[in-house]
């Protein structure tokens, strides 16, 4: 039997040849080999030299595509996936109320899943919503700042658009998708500056677990704009209220009882900030504004109407899920599209003059 030479093609497969086939001869992905092949609703376009090596190893193996197969894979159902981190959380809440309302207007359907801040379970919701062919999913809770999650995600999101889905990520994902992105830093840069405006010169910060890039946005922002008023932070300046209301209290006492306790906090959220003022009220005797003055972040409907009521920055929550809905609905883009959404200050009257010596 004849020894095939170095440059002879290689044999084709017995049986029916498949995609993977297909894209192991090109030496590509098998969602390359796809949108090669059959083009893709999604926002990614391969290159023409990519293109002719996939379409060379189809021909070589005399690849024949499944048109039902294809028809199928391209459906959607009216279903659009809302991943958030925690349904009990106001700030999700409204967004996810805003995406709720457009989705009505429309004829689709939502479906709210909530991670609890595990990013392994927002990896499995966004295959299991890719499996259920789901027109759409927005990641609505924070990415996380973890390089290898965020390379398996954005390989997850690649694929979900492969298969003729669109993903829509809120805030900073690192991945390549529709975003709509709040003002995180400059809204905590408005927080610092109107509490120096008012005097204030000792800050204290309640942050969130710096996993989430949220919270290192937020942090960011703060400590850029007091280093630019001559106040840079020193790390017993921060302390980690976890994103809920009972250990932002613990954060509360933590950085009330030190020897140069803060006359002004900046709390990076609302929920937060309602246990860091039941902190200075009921255990350390504090009064709100006139010895410490409190900002929040997010502006979700209670604030207003927290003792007292509390001066926060406003994100446009359910707006941000109106946008992300209006997205889906003009469909994907070859380039990703972002869309920047505003904060504002809301002054109330957890704010005052910084105390007098």
Avoid at 27 to 40: D, E, I, K, P
Avoid at 212 to 223: K, P
């Amino acid at each position: 039997m004849p020894t095939p030479t170095p440059d002879a093609p290689a044999a084709r497969p017995a049986g029916p040849v498949t995609l993977q086939q297909v894209a192991e001869r090109a030496g590509v992905s098998s969602a390359t080999a796809s949108r090669a092949l059959h083009g893709s609703s999604g926002t990614r376009i391969v290159g023409e030299e990519l293109r002719k090596r996939v379409l060379d190893a189809a021909r070589e193996l005399r690849y024949v595509s499944n048109a039902p197969a294809q028809a199928l894979a391209r459906s959607t159902t009216s279903v659009v996936g809302v991943v958030v981190h925690d349904v009990a959380d106001p700030y999700f809440a409204a967004i996810a109320a805003g995406a709720m309302g457009v989705a009505r207007e429309h004829g689709l359907l939502v479906m709210l899943a909530a991670t609890f801040r595990d990013p392994e379970l927002e990896l499995d919701y966004l295959a299991r919503l890719r499996a259920q062919r789901a027109r759409a999913v927005i990641l609505a809770g924070s990415g996380f700042a973890d390089r290898e999650f965020t390379r398996r995600l954005a390989a997850e999101a690649d694929a979900y658009r492969a298969d003729g889905g669109h993903v829509i990520a809120v805030g900073s994902h690192g991945i390549a998708a529709d975003t709509v992105r709040p003002a995180n830093r400059a809204g905590a840069a408005l927080a610092v500056r109107h509490l120096y405006d008012l005097g204030h010169r000792r800050f204290g910060i309640v942050s969130g677990p710096r996993s989430l890039t949220t919270v290192r946005d937020r942090l960011d922002g703060a400590r850029r704009q007091l280093r630019a008023l001559g106040l840079p932070l020193t790390p017993g300046q921060v302390v980690d209220g976890g994103f809920t209301r009972e250990q932002a209290r613990t954060a509360a006492r933590t950085l009330l009882t030190g020897p140069s306790a803060p006359t002004a906090l900046v709390v990076l959220n609302d929920v937060m900030a309602a246990g860091v003022l039941a902190a200075l009220r009921e255990d350390l005797g504090l009064r709100v504004p006139d010895q410490v003055s409190v900002v929040g972040f997010d502006d979700v409907p209670f604030a207003a109407d927290l003792n007292p009521p509390l001066t926060t920055i406003r994100l446009p929550l359910a707006d941000i899920g109106t946008q992300a809905m209006h997205m889906i609905l003009t469909g994907p883009t070859v380039t990703p599209r972002t869309v920047d959404v505003d904060a504002e200050l809301v002054p109330r009257s957890s704010t005052a003059p910084a105390p007098q010596p």
